[in-house]
């Protein structure tokens, strides 16, 4: 374990240090503080206090297993990266630069993160220790937590101690690197589609409990307040945990280019966003001075919550439309850059000829930014600066990270019909495996809609059989000495605050949901607006439909 801390870059003397010691201290003070004052958590909290005896075993868990969250970060780094690692490195062999200039070239690209670390130590062991390359990457290969890398820099060595051409090596290792960087892909999303089942038995499993916990109050006596407090924070907690696994399960692999550049498409979703949430506002305040103050309408809160959030729909739609823009180009770039490579070839590498010839062609969406590409590169201001606008503006993250490679290679002297083999064929892997991404979030789109109607009957239904439960309770002229440890009523007050914790809860599964959605298809969470403001009606219609079955039903009004 000594060797990984110190491979990872942390030493265990700072591990004991500033890690372990410090959580240590604090799950045992937690532990002392439980013990101390046990009788007024119990008196509080009742049965739930047994949950804060968890506190300090999640600190000391947190402590012993942090080696291993550092370990298994560095390895989702550069598992999620390996593709345009070993594309990139594919374009810089196709010319004549040296091997040890190429891992400093990589080595510096901070977007390849664990990689470009694991990298900078095989240049550090061949500049600075005097190892040759094939040395340098056996001793990286016994201490990278990437398999997948691993078994690359085993491969290299082997090959390069063959004395096999390094060129052909590297471009033989493109298919076999990208194939085991698909079944990786395509692994974390059989995960997703086996959690999708899961998902739904949790939410489903929760929805049952929240029911239970409504009624509670009037068979046992307990407060209210305390069982609707505890019903939201379960819910939120669980909602919160899908998230977070969802996040650390699906695949590294943004749709929206990551320059930091804010370009036109940007400021016009942020105007939109903008303009929506002032309008929210505006409908907010409207709804409330016309429900509650001038009461000219009886709007019930959730449907005022939910034509409140309707405005946020419009941001939601455009970013939406924008992101299949994107999507659209990506599906065109490997035949832009196979004939950019391919006619630059035939003209001895002149890329502005090539492309005035490619501007007549059709390349879909992707057709405007390549015109505006060859104005740029005819004005002979700067060519990098022109390139690099015309992969922003795409605002794809793929087209910005290879289109980076393709001129860098060019270059440094490669042919560009090399070049432009290499990044196609990588490209058109990744956009397959996107298309597969597509149908794991699409379906899942579905189940989220789907557990949202579903919680809405089960919980208002349950608020129904309570409402019917506490009228009836409330019209017996019983004296409480016979019948108080029995029959329990609660204020009308409470039972007004449930319907509204009700909707909170389906609110803060729409709003974790479609995040989640989007954490799921790598777009823009932006995007997710349009299905919070869809989720919130869904919610809302759920519970209108749930009362009014419940009316006829038991003969209740709420």
């Known amino acids: 374990m000594f060797e990984s801390l110190r491979h990872c870059g942390l030493k265990p003397e700072r591990y004991f240090k500033f890690v372990f010691a410090p959580l240590s201290g604090a799950a045992l003070i937690v532990l002392m503080l439980i013990v101390l004052f046990s009788v007024q958590i119990f008196r509080l909290l009742g049965l739930f206090a047994v949950l804060l005896y968890f506190v300090p075993?999640?600190?000391?868990?947190?402590a012993l297993l942090y080696p291993k969250i550092i370990i298994g970060r560095m390895r989702n780094q550069i598992d999620n990266n390996i593709h345009f690692y070993i594309t990139h490195m594919g374009a810089l062999a196709t010319s004549d630069i040296d091997r040890k200039e190429m891992m400093e070239i990589i080595?510096?690209?901070?977007?390849?993160?664990?990689?470009?670390?694991?990298?900078?130590?095989?240049?550090l062991l061949m500049d600075k220790w005097n190892r040759n390359l094939s040395q340098a990457c056996r001793f990286i290969a016994r201490r990278t937590p990437s398999k997948i890398f691993s078994e690359f820099?085993?491969?290299?060595?082997?090959?390069?101690d063959s004395g096999e051409d390094f060129k052909e090596f590297i471009k033989r290792e493109q298919k076999t690197v990208m194939n085991a960087f698909a079944t990786n892909y395509q692994g974390k999303l059989y995960s997703i589609d086996v959690f999708k089942e899961v998902y739904t038995s949790i939410i489903i499993s929760l929805s049952f409990f929240a029911a239970f916990a409504i009624i509670m109050?009037?068979?046992?006596?307990?407060?209210?307040?305390?069982?609707?407090?505890?019903?939201?924070?379960?819910?939120?907690?669980?909602?919160?945990?899908?998230?977070?696994?969802l996040k650390s399960v699906a695949p590294d692999d943004p749709i929206w280019q990551t320059s930091g550049e804010t370009i036109a498409v940007d400021w016009k979703i942020y105007k939109y966003f903008y303009i929506s949430m002032i309008a929210c506002l505006i409908l907010f305040t409207v709804l409330l001075l016309a429900n509650y103050v001038y009461r000219i309408v009886s709007l019930p809160v959730p449907f005022i919550v939910a034509i409140t959030v309707t405005p946020l729909a419009i941001p939601g739609y455009i970013s939406?439309?924008?992101?299949?823009?994107?999507?659209?180009?990506?599906?065109?770039?490997?035949?832009?850059?196979?004939?950019?490579?391919?006619s630059a070839s035939a003209r001895g590498g002149d890329i502005l000829e090539s492309l005035k010839f490619?501007?007549?062609?059709?390349?879909?969406?992707?057709?405007?930014?390549?015109?505006?590409?060859?104005?740029?590169?005819?004005s002979r201001i700067n060519k990098k600066r022109a390139w690099e606008k015309f992969s922003?503006?795409?605002?794809?993250?793929?087209i910005y990270r290879f289109t980076d490679m393709f001129v860098e290679a060019i270059g440094l002297g490669s042919d560009p019909k090399d070049v432009a083999e290499i990044i196609a064929d990588n490209f058109t892997v990744i956009n397959t495996l996107r298309?597969?991404?597509?149908?794991?979030?699409?379906?899942?789109?579905?189940?989220?809609?789907?557990?949202?109607?579903?919680?809405?009957?089960?919980?208002?239904?349950?608020?129904?059989?309570?409402?019917?439960?506490?009228?009836?309770?409330?019209?017996?002229?019983?004296?409480?000495?016979f019948v108080g440890n029995i029959l329990h009523t609660v204020p009308s007050t409470s039972i007004a605050t449930l319907n509204v914790i009700i909707f909170l809860i389906l609110l803060i599964h729409a709003i974790i949901s479609s995040i989640s959605l989007k954490v799921m298809d790598g777009g823009r969470y932006m995007s997710s607006l349009l299905h919070l403001t869809g989720m919130t009606w869904v919610a809302a219609f759920a519970g209108y439909i749930s009362r009014t079955v419940m009316i006829h039903m038991l003969g209740i009004n709420f």
């Open 107 to 123: 080595s510096g690209r901070k977007e390849y993160k664990a990689l470009a670390e694991e990298t900078r130590k095989i240049f």
């Open 320 to 342: 939406r439309k924008e992101e299949s823009i994107v999507k659209d180009k990506d599906k065109n770039s490997p035949s832009f850059i196979m004939s950019l490579g391919a």
């Open 153 to 160: 820099l085993d491969r290299m060595a082997h090959e390069l």
């Open 57 to 62: 075993l999640f600190l000391i868990l947190i």
């Open 392 to 398: 922003i503006e795409t605002g794809s993250n793929l």
């Open 217 to 245: 109050p009037f068979l046992t006596g307990i407060s209210v307040t305390f069982m609707l407090d505890v019903i939201v924070v379960i819910f939120t907690i669980v909602e919160l945990g899908v998230l977070v696994y």
């Open 358 to 378: 490619l501007t007549a062609h059709d390349f879909g969406s992707l057709t405007n930014d390549v015109r505006k590409l060859y104005k740029r590169l005819k």
């Open 435 to 481: 298309a597969k991404r597509a149908q794991t979030s699409s379906s899942f789109v579905g189940i989220a809609y789907g557990v949202v109607i579903g919680i809405a009957f089960s919980l208002y239904i349950s608020f129904g059989v309570v409402e019917s439960m506490n009228s009836l309770y409330s019209k017996l002229h019983i004296p409480n000495s």
